[in-house]
């Protein structure tokens, strides 16, 4: 195969970069490249096992001499990319393999994502595996499959023989920063079956609009509008001085997304609905001038609508108001040891109404597990007040901040003797395989990092070859002084 990047180091980290780019990896086409990583451990005579089902991949490398008796140490990351291209572009991710080129010290890749997310640690894990002037613990690497799509591969990951007392995730730059802590999810799947009856009074049809949303991780503490909770607001708002009959409801389109827009029909008695017009424009005009700081772009499209051919029963509506205007919202809990860090979080995300009802999605984040049961049972009891169903459903872990931890403290160390500066410790509100691994083995001392990369998930993707190597050097250093303690 022709090489592309040249004079670059590690030499041959980059080289097994350069050949899983030329395998199309996309979530649910991991079959390829697990393939190629598993075959490549057997060729060096490592201990492999690849899951055919899942295509996840486990590698064990004996320790260097003299430091078998040390604790292992997982390195892990995601066989996994995510497939953009720009409009315009040609390329197949079933079968072509990317156009990789260097600008400016960045590798990239020619209008598609460069799948650094997570190529880098791949590439770091091969390199490990395959160099034999080292000084490390046993090492157990763990390259899983289906990461963009839910963590999905890390959820099968089969640990039972594996031994590791310390992790190092390589999902997570940039450079200069250490991740501590990660949420895990809960989805609620709620739903509310209505009497259907015929429609009767004024019809009037309601559509929030101009809100920015966002993604329910990074925006969650941004005092963004949710636009299903405003209109719950307003319609509760309604409900107080006349008779409200839903007869269609919706908002929104993602769980982990802020809902921007929301639209409802709904009646109230004859001759009453300019009355809620005023009520509606009255609330909306409050909400917007709460959120002028931080999403005071929210206005209301409100106006008398033709007559409906049915609605839902008064006690149905009423408790589907009720349900929206009460349930919890946005930052529940903060951390008071991460200054910043969202512990626990909700985003009523996704609300729409066929023939059965209405229903609505709401998305719990936590990096604590106990916090999320609480907020989840609270909903829960809520749901079961106003006669509202919530769907059975299995937690996402987090991992949950640790004031002490040995292998964090060693890495920050390190890092400041290579550069000279501090290193950064973030948490995220966001989801990691950390927290699915963490929850398999909980005595893990977990670190998660990367090199500095840019654009993940677009076509702008771009991965610091400078970075890169000096990322390398530290997790050398990082297993070479776990050897050596
Ligand atoms: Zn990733």
């Not at 499959?145 to 099968?156: C, D, N, R, W, Y």
């Not at 609620?188 to 920015?212: F, M």
């Not at 107080?240 to 007869?247: A, F, L, P, S």
Request: overall charge negative.
């Amino acid at each position: 195969m022709e090489y592309v990047i040249k004079g670059y180091e590690p030499a041959d980290a980059l080289r097994y970069f350069e050949e899983i780019s030329a395998i199309p990896r996309g979530s649910k086409n991991e079959q390829a490249v697990a393939q190629y990583v598993y075959d490549f451990a057997k060729d060096l005579g490592l201990e492999a096992r690849i899951d055919t089902t899942y295509w996840n991949v486990v590698v064990k490398k004996p320790a260097s001499p003299g430091c078998e008796d040390k604790p292992a140490v997982m390195i892990q990351g995601h066989l996994d990319m995510v497939c953009e291209k720009n409009a315009g572009t040609a390329h197949d991710f079933e079968k072509d393999p990317l156009d990789l080129y260097i600008e400016d010290g960045l590798l990239k890749a020619r209008g598609t994502t460069l799948g650094a997310d997570n190529g880098q640690a791949v590439a770091y894990m091969m390199a490990l595996l395959a160099r034999n002037d080292l000084v490390h613990p046993p090492l157990e690497c763990v390259f899983t499959s289906m990461e963009e799509i839910g963590l999905l591969g890390a959820l099968q990951v089969d640990t039972s023989d594996l031994h590791s007392k310390y992790m190092l995730n390589v999902d997570c730059g940039p450079e200069g920063t250490v991740f501590v802590s990660c949420a895990g999810g809960l989805l609620q799947e709620i739903s509310k079956k209505v009497r259907w009856e015929k429609a009767g009074g004024d019809t009037v049809s309601l559509q929030v609009r101009g809100l920015l949303g966002g993604h329910s991780a990074a925006m969650i503490d941004h005092e963004m509008g949710n636009s299903i909770k405003v209109m719950g607001r307003i319609l509760h708002g309604i409900q107080k001085q006349m008779e409200v009959h839903i007869v269609s409801l919706s908002g929104g389109s993602k769980m982990n997304a802020i809902p921007r827009e929301s639209d409802a029909v709904i009646t109230v008695p004859a001759g009453q609905g300019d009355k809620a017009i005023e009520i509606a424009s009255h609330i909306a005009a409050t909400a917007k001038a709460e959120l002028a700081a931080s999403d005071g772009g929210l206005y209301l499209q409100c106006e008398k609508a033709g007559a409906a051919e049915r609605q839902m029963s008064l006690a149905d509506s009423r408790q589907i108001i009720e349900f929206i205007f009460l349930v919890k919202n946005g930052v529940y809990t903060m951390s008071m040891e991460m200054p910043g860090l969202v512990v626990c979080s909700s985003n009523l995300g996704v609300a729409t109404t066929d023939d059965t009802g209405v229903h609505l999605t709401d998305f719990i984040r936590s990096s604590d597990p106990t916090i999320r049961d609480h907020l989840d049972d609270e909903i829960r009891s809520l749901a079961q007040l106003l006669d509202i169903e919530i769907a059975p459903a299995d937690p996402m872990p987090g991992w949950k901040y640790e004031a002490e931890s040995p292998l964090r403290q060693l890495f920050m160390k390190l890092y400041k003797e290579q550069t000279g500066k501090e290193m950064v410790a973030v948490a995220t509100h966001g989801g990691l395989e950390c927290g699915i691994l963490k929850d398999k083995m909980p005595d893990l001392d977990i670190i998660a990092f990367g090199p500095t990369a840019d654009g993940a998930h677009t076509p702008d993707e771009s991965l610091d070859l400078a970075s890169f190597e000096r990322t390398w050097n530290l997790i050398l250093a990082t297993l070479k002084a776990l050897a050596e303690q």
